[in-house]
């Protein structure tokens, strides 16, 4: 319908304050029709002024109602439609009418905008390839997409006809239908867990739901969507991977992380009451002749029979691990507190072992029979560290081989004095750095494609006045233990960014330097100080440095040793993970702490060329470390059908003796510049 506006008498004001504040056209009428009031908005929706409304009759049906559209001429002739309300009132003790009036054409647009982006939602909702769901206020679901249908098992209807306690089914539900419903009424903004689900099928797997609030002003329950991840595959990998950084894969012993973990938690038991810990040092006697004779897949059988026979005469409280090659370790709680007692304990298990080792074995259709050599070391509590308890049973095992194999020797005060030269040697070491008998060497780091050097790894050395040579394997572990390490530590990073900024000036300018931080480096705080100072004096750019650390360190990491790293972070050092694969924390820390790149261990790189695992292992790192946005330099390359293995794997950079030995600081300033001329 049109409305027309008849011009009449002016009236009174009465209502003019409410029209004034309105955001909506207000027209307050008469009986007859005639505009008393009306405010500015009404004057732009009528394209009329004041003075032309106010005293007009209009033609506006004044019958109270809802909201109704109609048409309205103009000042100029346009027409214009709007919504129209109209409210019985009073004027002057006098029947009235407030009319609003708001433009039609923006509610239109508004719903047009409105339809569009629900359908927008509606396409993004039903194609996406998560599983999505709108949850109502008691977890049940409102509505759900195909890929939940797919992940779940259930038609669509059959879906909505069911709650999240269907589905899911833990016994955390009663807490997480709580945090639902608080989410619907407006307590918190989502939330992210990961719960089990059982699907139509029954089959049991693992699925993360992240929700957020779908807010509505008209509705005091809002509703929650929630997307459904399904990460069964994912935990699997996690699970499997915690599995081969704590278990030995041939034989599915401990390995050594676990087994120090072990022995270390033993230990602080035992010291609440003063108890002794024994731990036993396995050597097999003769297996290298058997592994070059018979071969590696009969060596490997061997090995998996030795730790079958191990587990089956051990007691409950005993850990078995393998610890490289063919050595093994047996921690021995509950031996009592009688040094006498705790000896015959141990001894005990060790005849057990030999007893159980000695039953003849079928190997390639022989018979074959193998003997061990055993140290036993004994600690009262916490006497030693499991490192110094370790070494000691190495000690005593080594002394059983000296005296002919086949049987156990226990770590005594002649052993310990062979211990207490290596206060010696730390005295030794202490002059060392005082007379400058320490040095430098330098293994390329190179592309596999192509060869080109890219950097190399700082490696220390001491040129001992008596015993020659020393490679870090001889002193590194005297200098943990006697806190030189740090004074070590902070010569090689001086050393290494000297050499480092005189290559990038007078040679290449984008090659880079790795150094090792030890644990006692990164613990005492000082590292990233000792760091900037190093640049600063070298006049090297920070992102010419690398920094390796150990899982170890990252397992043991405080909250002042993570500022650590993120102080190196702040310096624009990278920073890396070194011998990745062997511990057990690789993956909560790749994905957690600020790290730049990652060396693939050399144990695995060794079996690229004959071991299936080893290479599904590598691949499997370098692959999750790329998808991390981290580099990978594999270590330990010692042939060209490792190289190529690597290469076809992905893997960019490497190190190794077949791509360059450490060599002096001179003699790599040689390779580089050759190489650079070349």
Same mark, same amino acid.
């Given at each position: 319908?049109?409305?027309?506006?008849?011009?009449?008498?002016?009236?009174?004001?009465?209502?003019?304050?409410?029209?004034?504040?309105?955001?909506?056209?207000?027209?307050?009428?008469?009986?007859?029709?005639?505009?008393?009031?009306?405010?500015?908005?009404?004057?732009?929706?009528?394209?009329?002024?004041?003075?032309?409304?106010?005293?007009?009759?209009?033609?506006?049906?004044?019958?109270?109602?809802?909201?109704?559209?109609?048409?309205?001429?103009?000042?100029?002739?346009?027409?214009?439609?709007?919504?129209?309300?109209?409210?019985?009132?009073?004027?002057?003790?006098?029947?009235?009418?407030?009319?609003?009036?708001?433009?039609?054409?923006?509610?239109?647009?508004?719903?047009?905008?409105?339809?569009?982006?629900?359908?927008?939602?509606?396409?993004?909702?039903?194609?996406?390839?998560?599983?999505?769901?709108?949850?109502?206020?008691?977890?049940?679901?409102?509505?759900?997409?195909?890929?939940?249908?797919?992940?779940?098992?259930?038609?669509?209807?059959?879906?909505?006809?069911?709650?999240?306690?269907?589905? &899911? +089914?833990?016994?955390? =539900?009663?807490? @997480?239908?709580?945090? *639902?419903?608080?989410? $619907?009424? #407006? !307590?918190?903004? /989502?939330?992210?867990?990961?719960?089990?689900?059982?699907?139509?099928?029954?089959?049991?797997?693992?699925?993360?739901?992240?929700?957020?609030?779908?807010?509505?002003?008209?509705?005091?329950?809002?509703?929650?969507?929630?997307?459904?991840?399904?990460?069964?595959?994912?935990?699997?990998?996690?699970?499997?991977?915690?599995?081969?950084?704590?278990?030995?894969?041939?034989?599915?012993?401990?390995?050594?992380?676990?087994?120090?973990?072990?022995?270390?938690?033993?230990?602080?038991?035992?010291?609440?009451?003063?108890?002794? &810990? +024994?731990?036993?040092? =396995?050597?097999? @006697?003769?297996?290298? *002749?058997?592994?070059? $004779?018979? #071969? !590696?897949?009969? /060596?490997?059988?061997?090995?998996?029979?030795?730790?079958?026979?191990?587990?089956?005469?051990?007691?409950?409280?005993?850990?078995?691990?393998?610890?490289?090659?063919?050595?093994?370790?047996?921690?021995?709680?509950?031996?009592?507190?009688?040094?006498?007692e705790a000896q015959a304990i141990a001894i005990r298990v060790v005849e057990?072992?030999?007893?159980?080792?000695?039953?003849?074995?079928?190997?390639?259709?022989?018979?074959?029979?193998?003997?061990?050599?055993?140290?036993?070391?004994?600690?009262?509590?916490?006497?030693?560290?499991?490192?110094?308890?370790?070494?000691?049973? @190495?000690?005593?095992?080594?002394?059983?081989?000296?005296? #002919?194999?086949?049987?156990?020797?226990?770590?005594?005060?002649?052993?310990?004095?062979?211990?207490?030269?290596?206060?010696?040697?730390?005295?030794?070491?202490?002059?060392?750095?005082?007379?400058?008998?320490?040095?430098?060497?330098?293994?390329?780091?190179?592309?596999?494609?192509?060869?080109?050097?890219?950097?190399?790894?700082?490696?220390?050395?001491?040129?001992?006045?008596?015993?020659?040579?020393?490679?870090?394997?001889?002193?590194?572990?005297?200098?943990?233990?006697?806190?030189?390490?740090?004074?070590?530590?902070?010569?090689?990073?001086?050393?290494?960014?000297?050499?480092?900024?005189?290559?990038?000036?007078?040679?290449?300018?984008?090659?880079?330097?790795?150094?090792?931080?030890?644990?006692?480096?990164?613990?005492?705080?000082?590292?990233?100080?000792?760091?900037?100072?190093?640049?600063?004096?070298?006049?090297?750019?920070?992102?010419?440095?690398?920094?390796?650390?150990?899982?170890?360190?990252?397992?043991?990491?405080?909250?002042?040793?993570?500022?650590?790293?993120?102080?190196?972070?702040?310096?624009?050092?990278?920073?890396?993970?070194?011998?990745?694969?062997?511990?057990?924390?690789?993956?909560?820390?790749?994905?957690s702490l600020p790290l730049d790149f990652v060396k693939v261990d050399g144990?695995?790189?060794?079996?690229?060329?004959?071991?299936?695992?080893?290479?599904?292992?590598?691949?499997?790192?370098?692959?999750?470390?790329?998808?991390?946005?981290?580099?990978?330099?594999?270590?330990?390359?010692?042939?060209?059908?490792?190289?190529?293995?690597?290469?076809?794997?992905?893997?960019?950079?490497?190190?190794?003796?077949?791509?360059?030995?450490?060599?002096?600081?001179?003699?790599?300033?040689?390779?580089?510049?050759?190489?650079?001329?070349?």
């Amino acid at each position: 319908m049109k409305a027309t506006i008849t011009p009449a008498i002016p009236g009174g004001d009465t209502l003019r304050a409410f029209a004034s504040a309105a955001a909506a056209g207000v027209l307050v009428v008469d009986a007859t029709g005639t505009v008393l009031l009306c405010n500015a908005v009404a004057q732009t929706l009528l394209d009329r002024t004041s003075e032309d409304l106010v005293g007009a009759v209009i033609g506006f049906p004044l019958t109270p109602s809802g909201i109704s559209e109609i048409d309205v001429v103009g000042g100029a002739g346009g027409v214009r439609t709007v919504d129209m309300q109209v409210t019985a009132t009073t004027w002057e003790n006098e029947r009235a009418y407030v009319i609003t009036l708001t433009d039609a054409g923006l509610r239109k647009r508004a719903v047009r905008r409105l339809a569009v982006s629900e359908e927008r939602f509606r396409a993004v909702f039903e194609q996406s390839p998560i599983g999505l769901a709108v949850l109502d206020g008691e977890a049940r679901f409102a509505r759900v997409n195909n890929a939940l249908c797919r992940m779940f098992g259930y038609t669509r209807s059959e879906l909505e006809q069911r709650t999240l306690t269907d589905i &899911v +089914g833990s016994e955390r =539900l009663p807490a @997480d239908e709580k945090l *639902t419903r608080e989410l $619907s009424v #407006g !307590h918190g903004t /989502g939330y992210d867990l990961e719960r089990s689900f059982v699907t139509k099928e029954g089959e049991t797997r693992c699925a993360r739901f992240i929700t957020s609030v779908m807010s509505d002003s008209e509705d005091e329950h809002a509703q929650v969507i929630a997307s459904v991840q399904d990460v069964t595959e994912r935990q699997e990998n996690d699970a499997r991977m915690i599995r081969l950084a704590l278990h030995d894969e041939l034989t599915g012993l401990a390995n050594r992380t676990l087994a120090m973990d072990r022995l270390q938690l033993a230990q602080a038991r035992a010291d609440r009451n003063g108890a002794f &810990v +024994g731990l036993l040092f =396995l050597d097999l @006697d003769g297996f290298k *002749t058997v592994n070059d $004779s018979l #071969g !590696h897949a009969v /060596g490997d059988a061997l090995l998996k029979e030795t730790a079958r026979r191990l587990r089956s005469v051990l007691r409950p409280s005993d850990t078995a691990a393998r610890i490289g090659g063919d050595e093994f370790v047996v921690c021995c709680e509950d031996l009592g507190a009688d040094a006498v007692e705790a000896q015959a304990i141990a001894i005990r298990v060790v005849e057990r072992i030999a007893s159980a080792l000695a039953e003849p074995i079928e190997l390639e259709g022989a018979t074959e029979r193998t003997t061990a050599s055993i140290g036993i070391a004994l600690v009262r509590g916490l006497q030693y560290s499991p490192d110094m308890v370790l070494r000691n049973a @190495d000690q005593a095992m080594y002394r059983a081989k000296q005296q #002919g194999r086949a049987r156990f020797e226990l770590f005594d005060e002649a052993l310990q004095a062979r211990a207490l030269s290596r206060s010696d040697l730390a005295d030794e070491l202490a002059l060392a750095l005082e007379r400058d008998e320490l040095v430098v060497h330098y293994q390329p780091i190179a592309e596999l494609r192509g060869g080109r050097i890219m950097g190399a790894e700082a490696l220390v050395r001491w040129e001992h006045p008596v015993r020659g040579l020393l490679h870090p394997a001889d002193f590194l572990d005297v200098a943990e233990e006697s806190q030189l390490i740090v004074s070590i530590g902070d010569w090689v990073l001086n050393r290494a960014c000297r050499d480092l900024a005189g290559w990038r000036r007078s040679i290449r300018p984008d090659v880079f330097v790795t150094v090792n931080a030890s644990a006692r480096q990164l613990g005492n705080n000082e590292l990233a100080a000792s760091i900037d100072r190093a640049l600063f004096e070298a006049v090297l750019d920070a992102d010419a440095l690398e920094i390796e650390l150990t899982e170890t360190m990252l397992i043991e990491a405080t909250a002042t040793t993570l500022s650590e790293l993120a102080g190196l972070r702040d310096l624009g050092v990278q920073v890396g993970l070194d011998d990745f694969g062997t511990g057990y924390a690789s993956l909560t820390y790749l994905r957690s702490l600020p790290l730049d790149f990652v060396k693939v261990d050399g144990s695995f790189v060794a079996g690229l060329s004959e071991n299936v695992d080893d290479m599904a292992i590598v691949t499997a790192i370098v692959d999750l470390a790329h998808a991390l946005g981290l580099h990978v330099i594999a270590e330990g390359v010692e042939s060209g059908v490792q190289q190529q293995a690597l290469e076809e794997i992905g893997c960019r950079f490497a190190q190794g003796w077949h791509l360059g030995r450490p060599r002096t600081s001179r003699d790599f300033t040689r390779l580089l510049a050759s190489a650079a001329a070349a």
